[in-house]
């Protein structure tokens, strides 16, 4: 599991420090962690984000910190969103992309639905296909070895006979 694409944030409030960090690869593999004054306050392991839902959303962090919310997104790379007690004190500068892609958001979660869906038939289909392949060409492989066994109970016919013949012959 190689921590591929990292990119952390240091945030000053009041007399605290926030620090948020997050990697992900193309393994889906992500880890989103929250720190408040170098302590680890909360990790998030999911892959199915939103950019409308916190990745974090934490209450009673402190006598200060009544309620705080990280948001995390962006096209290509990692924008972020911090709300304490309902007030933005840290937000990344999003570009074209992303504030095109927030807007268009049910849409693009239903375009990647939809590819992932006939990603999912190619797949099927694909296996189906070199399923039926192998099947034919170890039929075929199964037939040549049917031949096989029929030519050797024909020769141990033939020598049954043989064997026979010597025996009356003896006799």
């Known amino acids: 599991m190689s921590k591929k694409y990292y990119k952390q944030w240091h945030v000053p409030y009041e007399d605290h420090q926030i620090k948020v960090t997050n990697w992900w690869n193309f393994d889906f593999d992500t880890e989103a962690r929250l720190y408040l004054d170098d302590q680890l ?39 972020l969103l911090i709300e304490i007690n309902n007030q933005n004190i840290y937000k990344d500068k999003l570009s074209f992309l992303d504030r095109y892609l927030l807007k268009r958001w049910e849409g693009f979660v239903n375009f990647l639905d939809n590819l992932e869906e006939r990603f999912t038939d190619f797949t099927i289909w694909r296996l189906t296909r070199k399923k039926r392949k192998l099947l034919f060409i170890n039929r075929k492989k199964i037939d040549e070895m049917e031949k096989t066994f029929d030519e050797m109970d024909a020769i141990d016919l033939h020598l049954d006979d043989l064997k026979k013949f010597k025996q009356d012959k003896n006799l």
């Open 41 to 79: 306050i909360a990790v998030n392991k999911e892959t199915d984000m939103s950019p409308f839902e916190p990745i974090f959303h934490l209450k009673n962090v402190s006598e200060e910190i009544k309620e705080i919310k990280v948001f995390l997104y962006g096209a290509l790379t990692g924008k």
